[in-house]
């Protein structure tokens, strides 16, 4: 039998499949289709301190593999999560990641120390880098230097591992990483949607209310694979890649290319199995290729 468990240092996952955030609700809405307790684990809903009512619609438009979406980071605010969400998570076998969003530094601080005081949480994913709010416009992972002050700036009072969501809107996306590595950051998922547009020629508007939003899916995966192994291969902290992964064997790609684990996005809208699925899929690679434990694969990629 094959061992699919990944250990990240700071948190052991039974597999490496994490449903990622934004498209998975705040897990409980996919309850109804799967087994939870069959995932390695969960990044919630973005959470600002206070409710965020995201941006006006339209807010969804789909393109050549892939979709733009910019909700806006939409969501309930911490009290709310605390008192109706996690309560009924913390029921799951699964690890429950919160991902932090703030409008500005401070406030990645106080959502952070209001959640330190709640049980069930297994790490924190800082969101330094959705391109589709106008929430403050706030940013940091656009920049090495605001990446360093908001990942120090939690890690001061965190207790719990800290992983820090990148953007792949830069020019040196290394850059970024060791900036975050640097500030004390546990782990890195990269990477965040690409800033994006559409527009329909019919009335000349774009489609989307917000013109922006962020480009996610297939078309999208190898320029992420590409990030992720040029930071796997030199950050010392575990890398978690995103981006387009809608099957086993495009997980087993990043994988390979050296990322730890995944987390599953924009799958989870087109099937609501995929996370499921994508994890029967590592199964079956391994015992096929008479790999006993699915670690042994993790930046194996053969590159001379």
């Known amino acids: 039998?094959?061992?699919?468990?990944?250990?990240?240092?700071?948190?052991?996952?039974?597999?490496?499949?994490?449903?990622?955030?934004?498209?998975?609700?705040?897990?409980?809405e996919f309850s109804p289709f799967i087994n939870l307790d069959k995932l390695g684990g969960i990044v919630v809903k973005g959470l600002y301190y206070s409710p965020c009512q995201g941006n006006p619609p339209p807010r969804l438009a789909e393109t050549a593999s892939g979709l733009i979406n910019a909700i806006g980071l939409q969501g309930i605010g911490v009290e709310r999560f605390s008192e109706e969400i996690?309560?009924?998570?913390?029921?799951?076998?699964?690890?429950?990641?919160?991902?932090?969003?703030?409008?500005?530094?401070?406030?990645?601080?106080?959502?952070?120390?209001?959640?330190?005081?709640?049980?069930?949480?297994?790490?924190?994913?800082?969101?330094?880098?959705?391109?589709?709010?106008?929430?403050?416009?706030?940013?940091?992972?656009?920049?090495?230097?605001?990446?360093?002050?908001?990942?120090?700036?939690?890690?001061?009072?965190?207790?719990?591992?800290?992983?820090?969501?990148?953007s792949p809107n830069v020019t040196d996306i290394v850059e970024i990483a060791l900036s975050a590595q640097e500030a004390g950051s546990d782990a890195i998922s990269l990477a965040n949607t690409f800033l994006a547009m559409a527009v329909d020629v019919e009335t000349r508007r774009p489609k989307l209310a917000n013109i922006f939003g962020g480009l996610s899916g297939p078309a999208i995966k190898p320029i992420i694979?590409?990030?992720?192994?040029?930071?796997?291969?030199?950050?010392?902290?575990?890398?978690?890649?995103?981006?387009?992964?809608?099957?086993?064997?495009?997980?087993?790609?990043?994988?390979?290319?050296?990322?730890?684990?995944?987390?599953?996005?924009?799958?989870?809208?087109?099937?609501?199995?995929?996370?499921?699925?994508?994890?029967?899929?590592?199964?079956?690679?391994?015992?096929?290729?008479?790999?006993?434990?699915?670690e042994e694969i993790v930046g194996t990629l053969i590159t001379q």
């Not at 087109?270 to 499921?276: F, H, K, R």
């Open 225 to 294: 694979l590409r990030m992720v192994y040029q930071v796997a291969s030199c950050v010392k902290i575990p890398v978690i890649g995103l981006g387009g992964i809608m099957s086993g064997s495009d997980a087993l790609e990043y994988l390979i290319a050296g990322a730890k684990a995944v987390e599953v996005g924009t799958a989870n809208l087109v099937d609501p199995e995929a996370t499921i699925r994508i994890i029967d899929e590592l199964e079956e690679y391994c015992v096929k290729n008479g790999i006993k434990k699915i």
């Open 1 to 28: 039998m094959t061992d699919l468990s990944i250990d990240l240092g700071f948190l052991k996952l039974k597999n490496p499949v994490i449903a990622a955030s934004g498209t998975f609700g705040y897990g409980l």
């Open 86 to 166: 996690l309560p009924r998570l913390k029921d799951y076998n699964t690890a429950i990641i919160v991902n932090v969003c703030g409008e500005y530094e401070e406030e990645y601080v106080s959502v952070v120390d209001f959640l330190n005081k709640k049980e069930g949480i297994s790490a924190y994913e800082l969101n330094i880098s959705c391109p589709n709010t106008k929430k403050g416009g706030l940013c940091p992972a656009l920049s090495p230097e605001n990446t360093y002050t908001v990942v120090s700036l939690v890690k001061k009072i965190s207790l719990r591992p800290v992983i820090t969501k990148l």
